[in-house]
Nanobody, 122 residues
Framework: QVQLVESGGGSVQAGGSLRLSCVAS?????MAWFRQAPGKEREGVAR????????YYADSVKGRFTVSQDNAKITVYLQMNSLKPEDTAMYYC??????????????????WGQGTQVTVSS
């Protein structure tokens, strides 16, 4: 079992920045950030393979968000710059231990955090 604890959400104005953190309690093969806005389906935002610089971003955040991991491979960060009102959502950290890392297949991620709210005002 892996427990994930997110932090760093909050409220900002459009154009501002936030950094989300996710601490994992054990080994992970890959970790990702997903988000769900009210009335919308949950969508993948960014993914990183643990211990690697291999990352992937959804088109909607490419160039604005950066996913990274600390050297201990315990904490994953999501640096969010140039935030837009449409980025408003509950953001979830997720992890896979078995190589199922595609953002389009959420069922591959067996471990999920509790979520942290990001609100961007115009």
């Amino acid at each position: 079992q892996v427990q994930l604890v997110e932090s760093g959400g909050g409220s900002v104005q459009a154009g501002g920045s936030l950094r989300l953190s996710c601490v994992a309690s054990g080994y992970t093969y890959c970790m990702a950030w997903f988000r769900q806005a009210p009335g919308k389906e949950r969508e993948g935002v960014a993914r990183i393979y643990s211990g690697s610089s291999n990352t992937y971003y959804a088109d909607s955040v490419k160039g604005r968000f950066t996913v990274s991991q600390d050297n201990a491979k315990i904490t994953v960060y999501l640096q969010m710059n140039s935030l837009k009102p449409e980025d408003t959502a509950m953001y979830y950290c997720a992890a896979s231990r078995d190589g199922a890392c595609s953002l389009s297949r959420q069922s591959g991620y067996k471990y999920w955090g509790q979520g942290t709210q990001v609100t961007v005002s115009s």
